[in-house]
């Protein structure tokens, strides 16, 4: 195994150190483990808290910051952030409208959040929370009941969070948030495994001759292994997944994410052959995103995620946004 560490142990807090020199506008609490913008609490604004494992990067801390997220609690590598990290997260944004969790569906999540939030109503804090499920690949798997949540996390941090950043009531970013789960799916294709640092070996064992398709962000196994195939034929099961799941119609939003391991080159070359898809379809990529921003570790692979936009859902995610992995408009 060959990593930038010092030792497995001490990665997600060293990381967490290197991650609060680098961006001064975030507070980081290295042994609490909680992410939280400079300016929080903020009187009267709802605030968005999410959270899970790390090995994920940039989600979820990087995308703590003005439009987007009020608060991140990492966990150990791909293990759920413990209930005392949320609640203590929850506490340090809310500035008395409510606080929204965003869920990914994977059970640890679900549950230490669902803890949390009976927690955080004792102290009479009001949270509501929305559960992210976007994974059209498998129905049930190691690690979830029902479908696991991956890219459309991000869409729905940044179009709830710029909600929630013009002063709207938790209710109504509740609802948004939904929505976005709702309007969004995804589907993603491993070439290779990826390498734990505690386990020092890769996750599961992939010929270099085959690739595995739906494969999960914490290297869960997917629907079935091929044999390693052009960029346009892969590119096209991960869209008949996901059209066959949700008809492209109309603007979407297309993220075409790496997993950590890919280079960027190849990510377009993936990304030209989603949009040549989508066109097929007669529907259009209205907005777009290609890189890494939904990872596991140094896995090689690429995943897909589509949201059918509206009016309402394009303004939000046009509208400023500035955390460490995503910025525009200010």
């Known amino acids: 195994m060959k990593k930038l560490i010092n030792n497995a142990e001490s990665v997600v807090a060293e990381a967490l150190e290197g991650l609060a020199a680098a961006h001064p506008a975030l507070r980081v609490d290295v042994e609490g483990r909680v992410v939280w913008r400079a300016d929080a609490p903020r009187t009267g604004k709802v605030a968005l808290v999410s959270g899970g494992g790390s090995g994920h990067e940039p989600l979820h801390a990087g995308f703590v910051g003005h439009g987007m997220l009020d608060a991140a609690c990492p966990g150990e590598i791909f293990t759920s952030p413990v209930p005392d990290q949320v609640v203590e997260a929850t506490r340090r944004v809310d500035g008395g409208a409510g606080v929204l969790h965003v869920i990914k569906n994977y059970t640890g999540d679900v549950m230490n959040f669902e803890m949390a939030a009976e927690l955080c109503a004792d102290e009479g804090v009001t949270v509501s929370s929305v559960v992210v499920d976007d994974d059209v690949a498998v129905q049930d798997s190691l690690y979830t009941a029902g479908r ?143 890189g890494n921003y939904v990872t596991s570790l140094d896995m090689q692979g690429f995943s897909v995620t589509v949201c059918r936009l509206d009016a309402e859902l394009t303004r939000l995610w046009d509208a400023p946004v500035q955390t460490p992995a995503l910025r525009w408009g200010r």
């Open 148 to 290: 696991r949540g991956t890219g459309a996390t991000l869409f729905v941090e940044k179009i709830a969070g710029a909600l929630a950043e013009s002063g709207a009531p938790l209710a109504e970013t509740t609802r948004v948030a939904g929505a976005v789960v709702a309007r969004s799916r995804s589907f993603g294709i491993a070439l290779t495994s990826c390498t734990v640092p505690a386990a020092g070996k890769p996750t599961f064992d992939l010929p270099e001759t085959e690739v595995e398709l739906g494969i999960g962000i914490h290297g869960e196994p997917g629907r079935s292994r091929l044999p390693l195939a052009p960029a346009r034929e892969l590119a096209t099961v991960a869209m008949d997944a996901i059209h066959g799941d949700l008809p492209l119609a109309g603007d979407l939003l297309v993220m075409v994410n790496g997993m950590g391991g890919t280079p960027l080159i190849e990510l377009y070359v993936a990304f030209a052959e989603v949009e040549r898809y989508v066109r097929a379809k007669g529907a259009r990529v209205a907005r777009s995103l290609v």
